[in-house]
C-alpha cells in the first residue's frame, strides 16, 4: 500500500475511536485537575493560566489563545500536549506525565465540539485574593 492510503486508514481508524459524547465534568475536569492542577490551577497560575474551570480554560472574560475552535488540532493547549519538544511540552519533564494520544484526542474532541463545560460551575477565589491578604 502506498503511504497516502496508509495515512488516509489510520485517520479512519483513530477518528472511529473517537467518542461522540465528551463530557466535560467526567472526562475533560478530572484530566485537567490530574496533569495541568499543580501548576494551572487555584493556588498557582503559571503564565497567568488558570485551567480549573471550563470558562477560563475558553478564556470567556478573558481571552487567552489556547483553544482555535476552527481548526481544534491547531490549538495552542493541544500544539503543547502533544509537541516532542521538552522545553514546551505541557506538563513539563519532571512535573508529570506526558498526555496520552488517547487523551490528546479527548482534549481535541472536546475543543471540537465548543469545549462545552456547565453554565454554572463554581471557580473557585484563589486564597491570594481573600481580604486578609
Known amino acids: 500500500m502506498s503511504r497516502t492510503i496508509l ?67 491547531d490549538s495552542e493547549l493541544i500544539r503543547r500536549v502533544a509537541t516532542s519538544d521538552s522545553e514546551e511540552r505541557m506538563p513539563p519533564e519532571g512535573e508529570g506525565t506526558p498526555l496520552s494520544a488517547q487523551q490528546i484526542e ?6 471540537k465540539l465548543g469545549a462545552p463545560s456547565p453554565p454554572n460551575e463554581e471557580i473557585i477565589e484563589s486564597p491570594s485574593e481573600h481580604w486578609a491578604y
Open 7 to 73: 495515512a488516509v486508514l489510520a485517520i479512519v481508524l483513530v477518528g472511529s475511536n473517537l467518542r461522540a459524547d465528551v463530557d466535560y465534568d467526567s472526562d475533560i475536569k478530572p484530566l485537567f485537575q490530574e496533569k495541568c492542577g499543580a501548576c494551572h490551577g487555584v493556588l498557582e497560575q503559571e503564565g497567568g493560566l488558570r485551567l480549573d474551570a471550563g470558562s477560563l480554560i475558553r478564556g470567556d472574560e478573558s481571552p487567552n489563545g489556547l483553544l482555535d475552535f476552527d481548526q481544534p488540532a
Open 106 to 111: 479527548l482534549l481535541t474532541q472536546w475543543i
